[in-house]
């Protein structure tokens, strides 16, 4: 089959690959869509550690089963599908208090294994989700995504009238305004500085949007109850560690490259009790994720804008770098109709 492969830090390759064998417990899907995600810059950059190289990129695909491995039960070929790409030990301390997105040997389908930027993918059946009828095939990549929103929910367990500030109007910032929405936000605010992308957040029902976080503190002198950084920006990150409200909660929620750091207020922290929290990949979330977009609480259509075959893959990471458009994805087999 033909696949992206990232051999090493900044070589990457479009090339043919041995095609994928389902052993027990496994099966393998014919690749519909793989989103792009700023994780694959960096795997690419060398910016995040747990990548293992050689590997596939791809964890956010769907597509439909064309081969079933032994003891495969509740799926057959031509099921529509999509897959949690976490893959835990189940052994270790984390995973044994059921924090498996902490696990101590982590792995993940396109950054530790060989992902779904290919023609097909192996999965375990463990991690299959049957799609609903309401959720075409070429979406379905979009559940990867928010159900690592789910789980930073999860995390701040937000109160009905908080008022949220998100850092970064991209595909993680447009799908956490849409899910703060739903949560019963008092009201959204975006900040970015490409305005183009801040006249979607504002089509997308964010109440307010702004290059700067100062031209939005006229409405919220005090701060915000949640403010979220998803732009992995150090910039961003310092200047929104600054905005909480007393007792308020900042979350990291965008993937920042792992050998950069950023400065803040301990005096502040401690004085005006800040919450700061992370938010790491996808715990007990995909299912609701699957849900989610079921009901239709994600404009599926606005957020995806480019589709790229797989000999494309490094014009779509510059495509990617270069901010333009929301959810890029490859399309492994041809496009789609």
């Keep these: 089959m033909r696949a992206v492969v990232i051999e090493e830090p900044n070589k990457l390759n479009v090339t043919t690959v041995a095609d994928p064998t389902p052993g027990p417990g496994e099966v393998v899907v014919k690749v519909t869509a793989a989103g792009l995600c700023g994780t694959d810059v960096h795997m690419l950059a060398g910016e995040f550690g747990p990548t293992r190289y050689p590997?596939?990129?791809?964890?956010?695909?769907?597509?439909?089963?064309?081969?079933?491995?032994?003891?495969?039960?509740?799926?057959?070929?031509?099921?529509?599908?999509?897959?949690?790409?976490?893959i835990y030990c189940g052994a270790c301390h984390f995973c044994a208090i059921g924090r498996g997105n902490l696990c101590e040997q982590w792995g993940t389908i396109g950054i530790t294994v060989d992902g779904a930027c290919a023609e097909y993918v192996k999965v375990p059946v463990r991690n299959l989700y049957r799609l609903p009828e309401t959720v075409r095939l070429e979406h379905a990549p979009l559940i990867e995504p928010l159900s690592t929103i789910v789980r930073g929910f999860d995390i701040v367990d937000p109160q009905l009238g908080d008022n949220f500030l998100i850092y970064g109007a991209g595909t993680m910032g447009l799908l956490y305004l849409q899910v703060a929405q739903r949560a019963g936000a008092a009201s959204v605010s975006v900040v970015d500085i490409n305005e183009d992308r801040l006249?979607?957040?504002?089509?997308?029902?964010?109440?307010?949007?702004?290059?700067?976080?100062?031209?939005?503190?006229?409405?919220h002198p005090r701060g915000w109850q949640v403010v979220t950084d998803?732009?992995?920006?150090?910039?961003?990150?310092?200047?929104?560690?600054?905005?909480?409200?007393?007792?308020?909660?900042?979350?990291?929620?965008?993937?920042?490259?792992?050998?950069?750091?950023?400065?803040?207020?301990?005096?502040?922290i401690y004085n005006d009790e800040i919450r700061i929290v992370g938010s790491m990949a996808i715990l007990h979330s995909y299912g609701r994720a699957v849900e989610l977009l079921g009901k239709g609480v994600i404009d599926s259509e606005t957020m995806i804008t480019h589709r790229f075959g797989l000999d494309q893959y490094a014009e779509a990471l510059e495509t990617f770098k270069k901010g333009t458009g929301r959810k890029l994805q490859i399309v492994p087999n041809g496009p789609l109709a």
């Design 55 to 86: 590997v596939i990129p791809g964890h956010e695909f769907s597509g439909e089963i064309v081969a079933v491995g032994a003891g495969v039960t509740g799926y057959a070929e031509g099921d529509a599908v999509a897959a949690d790409p976490a």
């Design 199 to 219: 006249a979607v957040a504002r089509k997308l029902g964010a109440d307010a949007v702004a290059t700067s976080a100062d031209e939005l503190t006229a409405d």
């Design 230 to 268: 998803c732009t992995g920006n150090i910039r961003a990150i310092e200047d929104g560690l600054t905005r909480p409200i007393r007792g308020g909660t900042f979350q990291q929620f965008g993937c920042a490259p792992d050998q950069e750091k950023a400065q803040f207020s301990p005096f502040r």
